[in-house]
């Protein structure tokens, strides 16, 4: 593979998350100031059934809680702490979870980006699908053409692009045969797989109408090989690094 070889574009995986704590406001805005035209982000449902922007259920990885999301209302859960002290110390002490309307805002500065939103399972398993699917399509309402509504969730999907028309990708659990006739059946825009979850080697994606996202990518080299074998994009963590990876490249070509 030379140095030539072409390179897949860059989704910041929760933002600039390396540096800043994991879909904060801080993570989305540095990955756009280093030239990220994709962010990629997560929502939950608080217990008043506001979207807000997490990964996780609970607290306990980046608040050092215990609460669930789920349980709190949006009012405590914006003034709760998710700094990630176990990673970053006191650095961001004060920074709080962003709600996604807050981030639908930050998107209208700043034309040109994309978003994938992550609707998470844990949600639709606690409030009921129908519930958390409006709930997301009515906040991104105004943002949706710059968005794609993605999940593990493959009935949530289908609703999603009868609900919102806007575009899809599905989040592969595994890498099979079952899951490429799935796929075949949904036809979705993208479709989002684990590196973990590839076979080993380089054989080639299955083709189809999506464009593959593949994560999560820390080196030039690994970003090659995700290119090679059909991935548009690659997510990573790592914004900075792995943009600076692709500028030493270029130079060196």
């Given at each position: 593979?030379?140095?030539?070889?072409?390179?897949?574009e860059?989704?910041?995986?929760?933002g600039?998350?390396?540096?800043?704590?994991?879909?904060?406001?801080?993570?989305?805005s540095?990955?756009?100031?280093?030239?990220?035209?994709?962010?990629?982000?997560?929502?939950?449902?608080?217990?008043?059934?506001?979207?807000?922007?997490?990964?996780?259920?609970d607290?306990a990885r980046?608040?050092?809680r215990?609460?669930?999301?789920?349980?709190?209302?949006?009012?405590?859960?914006?003034?709760?702490?998710?700094?990630?002290n176990?990673?970053?110390?006191?650095?961001?002490?004060f920074?709080?979870p962003?709600?996604l309307?807050?981030?639908?805002?930050?998107?209208?500065?700043?034309?040109?980006?994309?978003a994938?939103?992550?609707?998470?399972?844990?949600?639709?398993?606690?409030?009921g699908?129908?519930?958390?699917?409006?709930?997301?399509?009515?906040?991104?309402?105004?943002?949706?053409?710059?968005c794609?509504l993605?999940?593990?969730?493959?009935?949530?999907?289908?609703?999603?692009r009868?609900?919102?028309?806007?575009?899809?990708?599905?989040?592969?659990?595994?890498?099979?045969?079952?899951t490429r006739?799935?796929?075949?059946?949904?036809?979705?825009?993208?479709?989002?797989?684990?590196?973990d979850?590839?076979?080993?080697?380089l054989e080639?994606?299955?083709?189809?109408?999506?464009?593959?996202?593949?994560?999560e990518v820390?080196?030039?080299?690994?970003?090659?090989e995700?290119?090679?074998?059909?991935?548009?994009?690659?997510?990573t963590?790592?914004?900075?690094?792995?943009?600076?990876?692709y500028?030493?490249?270029?130079?060196?070509?």
């Amino acid at each position: 593979m030379t140095p030539g070889t072409p390179l897949p574009e860059i989704i910041a995986h929760r933002g600039n998350a390396t540096e800043f704590p994991e879909n904060t406001l801080q993570a989305f805005s540095s990955a756009v100031e280093l030239g990220v035209k994709y962010l990629e982000f997560d929502v939950q449902l608080t217990g008043d059934k506001v979207p807000v922007v997490m990964h996780d259920s609970d607290l306990a990885r980046v608040g050092d809680r215990e609460e669930s999301v789920h349980e709190m209302t949006w009012a405590q859960l914006a003034e709760t702490p998710v700094g990630e002290n176990k990673r970053f110390g006191q650095r961001f002490a004060f920074t709080y979870p962003p709600s996604l309307a807050q981030v639908v805002d930050a998107l209208h500065g700043w034309p040109g980006v994309t978003a994938f939103v992550e609707v998470k399972r844990g949600s639709m398993r606690r409030f009921g699908r129908e519930v958390v699917l409006r709930r997301v399509a009515e906040v991104l309402k105004p943002v949706s053409s710059r968005c794609v509504l993605i999940s593990f969730d493959l009935p949530s999907l289908k609703v999603l692009r009868l609900m919102t028309g806007a575009r899809i990708g599905w989040v592969i659990s595994e890498y099979s045969d079952a899951t490429r006739n799935e796929a075949a059946q949904l036809a979705p825009e993208f479709l989002f797989a684990n590196l973990d979850r590839l076979p080993e080697g380089l054989e080639p994606l299955w083709p189809g109408p999506w464009a593959w996202a593949l994560y999560e990518v820390r080196d030039v080299k690994t970003a090659r090989e995700c290119h090679a074998r059909g991935a548009r994009f690659v997510e990573t963590m790592a914004v900075r690094g792995l943009l600076r990876g692709y500028e030493e490249s270029r130079r060196q070509w």
